[in-house]
């Protein structure tokens, strides 16, 4: 994983739950992530989908992920494009999901009031700062097994790294 990442801010409210992220009616029909990828987000932004570019970074609200546990809700986004997620707060069960499937998430409640949808930000994963027009937020730092996950591409292509060391 990209010690710094930075991307364009696409910015959405709070309890965006797991069938507006990919929307539920898909759930036993599309099985390919890049498919999926084609269906973000679209019952809050029909936009988002067309829009998003590799790289760019979601700023969501408090409670992000809620509802069924369903990875789709991950990879959609991650096959989208997006590079990390920062919220207010996530859903626990999406947490793990994002971690689970190598998407790197920030827990940083402050950000969220002071930035706007096309915005620029940096994330510097090695010193736990985000950088947004010259101001610097902290987040807790994610632990080095975290990052390893994540770098890895996800819980099982880092288990399968490990198992053949």
Known sequence: MNAKIKGKIWKYGDDINTDIIF???YTYTITEPKEM???????????FAKNVMQGDILVVGKNFGCGSSREQA???????????????????????NAINLGL???V???LFENVKEGDLLTVDFSNGIIIHNNEEYQFPALPPSVL???EAGG??????MKVRR
Do not use: T
């Open 155 to 160: 819980l099982i292509p880092y288990v399968k």
């Open 23 to 25: 929307p539920g009616k």
């Open 104 to 106: 790197p998430i920030i």
């Open 74 to 96: 991950v990879l959609c986004l991650k096959y989208a494009g997006i590079s990390v997620i920062i919220a207010k707060s996530f859903a626990r069960i999406f947490f793990r």
């Open 108 to 110: 940083c409640p402050k």
């Open 148 to 150: 390893e996950i994540i």
């Open 37 to 47: 990828a084609q269906h973000a987000l679209e019952d809050v932004d029909p936009s």
